[in-house]
């Protein structure tokens, strides 16, 4: 009951509903609160509505305004957040499918190519943990950039079921 009163409260308690008496929102409700709002920025519900998620990313990290805990923004944001596609080294396209919870390999998350370097899509696409090195201890794949989906027509969803 808590979270669905308070998650779309900011951090000092405006935004609805109206706070009668002061209180302390919950650390459940401000994480929910940073979802919730990343998903409304991102999902489709107009068409041509959704907002670019590395725009919304940007604007949930600089922009205190928006009430959001920092310490929950930068927890959810991440290096590469889960759902970001990537271009690796080897010109293949790949979804982050989970992020590496190791301090020192931050920025290789796991991955799935869902493209090859001459832009075949790929089926099943194979999961590759960015974080393994090889035999001699170089990393076979490293992210160069961050890609735009649409423009390589890339639906995260379906990478995900």
Known sequence: MTISYEHHMRGDLSAYPKVIRLRS?????????????????????VPDDAVPSSAVRQEMRDNSARGMNPVVVKAF???YPVGTRVVLDT??????????????????????IVS???????????????????????????????????????NVGDYFV
């Open 25 to 45: 929102m919950s650390m459940t409700s401000r994480i929910v609160a940073v979802a919730d709002g990343y998903d409304a920025a991102t999902s489709r519900r």
């Open 116 to 154: 090859d370097p001459q832009g075949t899509m790929l089926r099943p696409a194979p999961e590759v943990d960015l974080a393994v090195p090889d035999a001699n201890g170089e990393y076979p794949r490293t992210i160069i950039k961050t890609a735009d989906p649409e423009r390589y027509g890339i």
């Open 91 to 112: 010109f293949e396209l790949a979804v982050v499918f989970a992020a590496n919870t190791c301090l020192d390999a931050l920025s290789r998350p796991t991955v799935r």
């Open 77 to 79: 944001i991440g290096i």
